[in-house]
């Protein structure tokens, strides 16, 4: 039995296979064509009767047809199935809904820390934390607001009935308290921010609220080696990565007792690109935060010797922030406690 | 303080536009709250001239005039004031005009008279209270023009908030005028007139000064004092920037406050007994204010007093016993200087904050009662026809020009560019600080006007600011590299939140206080154990929270408006204080679930629980009910008999069960609320660190199932400890099912055993069931059921 021949079977099986339109017939054609007393099985058999040159010349070619066959028969198979299948009596609604798993919801203020937080921190800015039940000492004295000192009146706060404790506590009316508390025990330089609740006493309205997040950080190092050129500068990296865009940062004088010289800073506005809308009342700039160079008073509270170092301290409120970006109406919401608005982020 | 534009004009001499000197001064120095237009009101209100005056022939007390307005024709007017006359300039409200005093002008027909407009008195035209009669302008006004442009009310205010470290300098028209001047790179106008008190007579009222808190005291004495109203300027300055006019003598200390940043407070003479004495207030002496009220002396507070007692209390308030009347003719001013903190603490402590009392906490130089005090002299004697009989000037501490060496390297080091040191020289002389070269150094005269100004860096400050912090270029700084420290709790903290609200739970923030109401549902022991704000913005928020709890109940009542089932978590902060008076601070979490109907909260408040411990790796939990003997008032909302204790190793780290009757009453609720209060501190510090590798079983387990029927009381807990160590072949013990009737309960258990090295045999099994068998019947009278 020579190649042609080889070649027929294959032709013949092949079509054969094509036109097979039930398992019956399949199954005829498996033992027509594969079968003991097949033409294929036969010559299979009758290739150890050959000498060494016909068995190589011969031999590839029934392999070759009887792989060929074997995979028009799988093909065949799987197709006479498919279509011998009621499909139909078989179908699901797949617009049913699915079986509940439930979802929480994080607060936004604690969605906003973190992506702040993995900002600093690729950034290689360390997260430092700080009691909000503070003393006078961390959240005044120490930001070089002694007792008697008008800038204290720039906070209102809530103070702790002191009878029977051994300091005046408060809740701390801004997170610069961590400030002094790191440096106690870190030697510069040194880069951190510092998230966290903070308190003040004023009634609240649609845009005050007097439990609300700030957010601040801090760098510091030698004279010289941290300067407010540097602090624009990191500025401006972070709020282009929050926001995903070039942001623009302008520094205005301000004063707060723990900076000097300080600064109220503004960003170009990130619904118009500093053209002017209504979210910028048309000046094209949003006022943002407070800003400023490490006091030399608070670095000698925290132990450091006078004019060795300089740093730059910035923060702002984070509510104010999430509002901007999420488009939230009322400051109040945050601390509502409501499901519903929670649900929304 | 609110300025006036065109009075800061005319003292800076800038050209600026207002919104142009609002944003100079914004980038440069303060931030400017408002540029608004003056709101005057008298846009329809003209100067005319009287040209006849008539009688009115059906009304005696009615006059008709002929009032002209230069080119714009006479119209006739039916007045009432007594004191009209002819050849008077008036200020007449046309007809459609809307005066500040609400009266609306229309033609009208008066007693038969046609009268168009109507000729205005003072009170009418929002300048003060008289109405005795209509206001008679100065010759000098021109018929026919506006009167609101006569009187200087056509002006821009600038709200400008003043930082508090230049409260010195900065709160008054001189102190912004020097500084719009220097911005503008100008030497200050001629700001000291050049003539000295020592040029009077000492004055016939004698003042001693006993206390150091007065630095200086600057007493005059005026006679003649007329008790008109001030003039129109006068008034007119003063309501622009924002104050009303009540008297001449008043009006001029408040013209020399807005002046000169001077608090001055004008005594009657005549009501002083003896001499002028300041001092300390007394122990139990009282003082009636000029406001009417009377207020308890403190021995820190600093008085003004005469024989008699305390006049007034200084820098903040005057006594109403020597207060100017209309019947003062000798009036004695006071123009004196003092101790910023202890006006600060008296303020504080009488709740006052006056004009004066902000200005003098935020400190008054000495050097600036001397202008101030002339200033003033020549007011009284202009315009309030007085004369001055004496003057006593008593210094106790005089401030001088302060000199401060620094290294001018300064700038360069702050703001990482180089400042040209020639400009820098110039821009502190503009503010009127002398810098002199001393090699390296610089040494700077400080005028006392700037007590702010005293180190190397506050120069900087002022430099950097005149020049304008957008002329620093942003630069990238170099920097050590350094891997950030993990802070752990910061970290859990991250995983927890996420885990939960993954698991289904929304998370709340609440704030950090709650009623006494909460507090007390606490019992009394634990009332000791709250802390209390000491100034708590309003009754529901006057303790700080000892437990997260009580808000998450008030949440959970509000969600239920709106949500029948929902699951929620706050992560926050409790506080509490001890016997000792310590504080403490401790992170808590708080869970709450308002099961769905047919739902067991307990079961899923504790399923979801030990997902979070697996989760966070807790080995060695242990749930066991609250002991009947638990008398932390941290668990009395807590259902007694429904309520696990859960440990970690032995030490508690939470309660979680289901909220006790008189809590779900007391919150408002309704149906099961479970809670669990855990501490985060303790789960944090037992939560696994990574784990290591376990070979993994080679040999497969054999599983059977076992029922027991118990007695109630009998808890699965208990049985699961029998079974495990009644079989050291046992691996996994999982209950499947538990049924209660008649006081007994049945538990069904998925039991696999196994060794680690080869397979167990049936025979093996059979043997471990009944060992468990036995156990349980033997401790705990278990039935083996079908």
Redesign the interface.
Known sequence: MGTERMTEIEEEGKRAFAEAGSDEVLRELEVRFFGRKSELTAALKGLKDLSAEEKREIGPSIQGTRTVLMEAFVVAKERVEREGRDWESERIDVTAPGIA???????P??TMI?EI?DIF?RL??????G???ENEFYNFDALNMPS????R??QD??????E???TR?L?RTHTSPVQVRYMETHVP?F?IIVPG?V?R?E?TDATHE??FHQFESL?V?E????????F???A?TFFAEFFGHKID???????F?FV?????FDISCVFCDGKGCASCKGIGWIEIGGAG?V??KVFEAAGYPR?KY?GFAWGFGLERLAMMKRRIPDARL??S????F??QF | MKFSYNRLKELSGTEKTPAELAECIMFHTFEVESVDRYGHGLESVVIGLVESVGSHPDADRLRVTTVSFGDGGTRTIVCGAPNVAEGQKVAVALPGAKLPGGIEIKDATIRGIASSGMICAEDELGLGSDHEGILVLPEDAQAGTSFAEYAGFEDTILDVNILPNRGCDAISYHGMAREIAALEGRQPLSDVAPITLTSFPESAVSVSVETDRCRRYVGILFQGVTSSSSPLWLKSVLLRSGIRPIGIAVDITNYALLEYGQPMHAFDADKIIGGIVVRQAREGESLILLDGKTIALSVDDTVIADEEGPLALAGVMGGNRSGITSETTRVFLEVATFDPSSIRKTASLHRLSTDASYRFERNVDTERATPSAIGAIRLFVETAGASVLGVTDVTTHQDEPVSVRFAPSVFKDMFGTEIPLGDAKEKLGCLGVVVTEDGDEWIASVPTSRPDLRDAWDFAEEVGRMIGYDAFPSTAPHVVLSAPTADESIRFGRELRTFLASSGFDEIKTYSFYSDADAKRFGPDMTDQHLRLANPMNPDQTSLRASLLPSALHKTRENLRFLDSFRFFELGDRYQRNGTGEVTEERTLSIVIVPKKGEDGFASLKGALEKLFRFAKLADTAWEALPEDDTSGMHSLFHPTRTARISISGRTIGVAGEIGPAAVRAYGLRGTVVSAQLSFDLLRSSSGTVSTFQPLPKFPYATRDVSLTVSRSVTIGQIERIIREASPLLRQVEVFDIYEQEGEKKVAFHLSFGFDDRTVTGEEVGCEVEAVFTATERECSAKRSA
């Open positions: 798993e439930p979802l929480g919801h994080l607060h203020i604690t973190a937080e921190t290689g800015f360390d997260v430092a934390d009691p909000e039940l008697d000192h008008p800038a009146d720039m706060t809530f103070w702790i009935e002191s029977g404790l051994d506590y809740l330089p880069r609740r308190f006493n009634s007097h439990t760098v190092g004279t010289g080696d941290v300067t407010v050129g540097h624009k500068h990191l401006e940062v302008r520094l205005r004088p301000s004063y007792p000097e010289p300080g600064f109220e160079m006091q030399q004019g300089q945050f601390m406690g409501d499901l519903r929670i649900r």
